[in-house]
């Protein structure tokens, strides 16, 4: 950031007088620019023993496999945003469950919330963002070819707590890309 | 936003090539800036049977009682801002547990977590952006008083799952305030 998106004029950085970290502030105006992390919320798509993967057509890690993901929006929830980014990557309609899993990742200002979801049916496609979507079993899943830490993670708890016939919600912190 | 972060130019609003939504792009150098939601975060600061609350000492909601939370900063986990909020709130030590409550209040785009968490001792005290900090018990607890929906839903199911003996996530959405 250089620039106040208010009047134009340049940023510095600085600790706002009652504040206790450092901010953008305009020169100018004054405006104090906050900088937060943001939510990249996605689901597990079942249909019955089987979890729908999406391959990814854009960087980064495009050509690796992925669960539907993606940051949220203004003016949604996050059931609505894990449900949006199912039917953009895969054309997926998709029941949303329970919140699954969340991980903070600090080292990119990211926090990622997974549900746990039902395909509703069988007439899933390539999204603009996704090269094909597939369905998997267990043994199927292409563990070597995974795009993200937190989707191999996720897919790891779901397997074992699908064999123990118990889900619970799963709370972690990834520091940085384990994956590659 | 009226004006570029990056370049100082003007932005107008658009959908970019490949997007689905309409955002703040650059007239000049054509930066894309996205908006999302931001994450507030806090914990439920438990002692024996009472809860730590604290007077809100700016706005909005001054003078009203609230769980210790704000904004999610950069380079922090979930968890970590829960501790961080006790402290600068009410110099409270707290060791973070579980996440307990969930909600999405998409008319102010904002999402908030609540954790359980544990006073390591009784050492707290006002901090800025608070009047008093008070443990409360459940009889005493200023429910006419409190500043937000999201704090009074949240000690509602804290009480009610401490009766039963189970405490478990909750996971809501709120579209407008009902507190006031």
Same mark, same amino acid.
């Given at each position: 950031?250089?620039?106040?998106?208010?009047?134009?004029?340049?940023?510095?950085?600085?600790?706002?007088?009652?504040?206790?970290?450092?901010?953008?502030?305009? %020169?100018?105006?004054? %405006?104090?620019?906050?900088?937060?992390?943001?939510?990249?919320?996605?689901?597990?798509?079942?249909?019955?023993?089987? $979890?729908?993967?999406?391959?990814?057509? $854009?960087?980064?890690?495009?050509?690796?496999?992925?669960?539907?993901?993606?940051?949220?929006? &203004?003016?949604?929830?996050?059931?609505?945003?894990?449900?949006?980014?199912?039917?953009?990557?895969?054309?997926?309609?998709?029941? /949303?469950?329970?919140?699954? %899993?969340?991980?903070? &990742?600090?080292? $990119?200002?990211?926090?990622?919330?997974?549900?746990? #979801?039902?395909?509703?049916?069988?007439?899933?496609?390539?999204?603009?963002?996704?090269?094909?979507?597939? &369905?998997?079993?267990?043994?199927? /899943?292409?563990?070597?070819?995974?795009?993200?830490?937190?989707?191999?993670?996720?897919?790891?708890?779901?397997?074992?707590?699908?064999?123990? #016939?118990?889900?619970?919600?799963?709370? #972690?912190?990834? %520091?940085?890309?384990?994956?590659?």
């Amino acid at each position: 950031m250089k620039f106040c998106a208010s009047c134009g004029a340049a940023v510095t950085r600085k600790v706002p007088a009652g504040d206790t970290h450092e901010r953008f502030v305009c %020169t100018t105006c004054a %405006t104090v620019h906050y900088q937060n992390p943001k939510m990249v919320i996605g689901c597990v798509p079942e249909w019955e023993d089987r $979890i729908l993967l999406c391959r990814r057509a $854009i960087e980064p890690r495009l050509g690796l496999w992925t669960l539907p993901a993606g940051f949220m929006e &203004l003016n949604e929830t996050t059931a609505d945003a894990a449900a949006r980014e199912a039917l953009e990557g895969a054309n997926a309609d998709i029941e /949303i469950g329970e919140l699954y %899993t969340l991980y903070s &990742l600090p080292h $990119i200002d990211q926090v990622y919330m997974f549900y746990r #979801g039902r395909l509703r049916n069988l007439e899933f496609s390539p999204g603009e963002e996704s090269l094909e979507v597939q &369905l998997f079993r267990e043994e199927e /899943i292409p563990w070597k070819e995974l795009a993200f830490a937190v989707v191999a993670e996720t897919l790891q708890h779901y397997f074992s707590d699908r064999r123990r #016939g118990l889900f619970q919600l799963h709370h #972690g912190e990834i %520091t940085r890309p384990r994956n590659r």
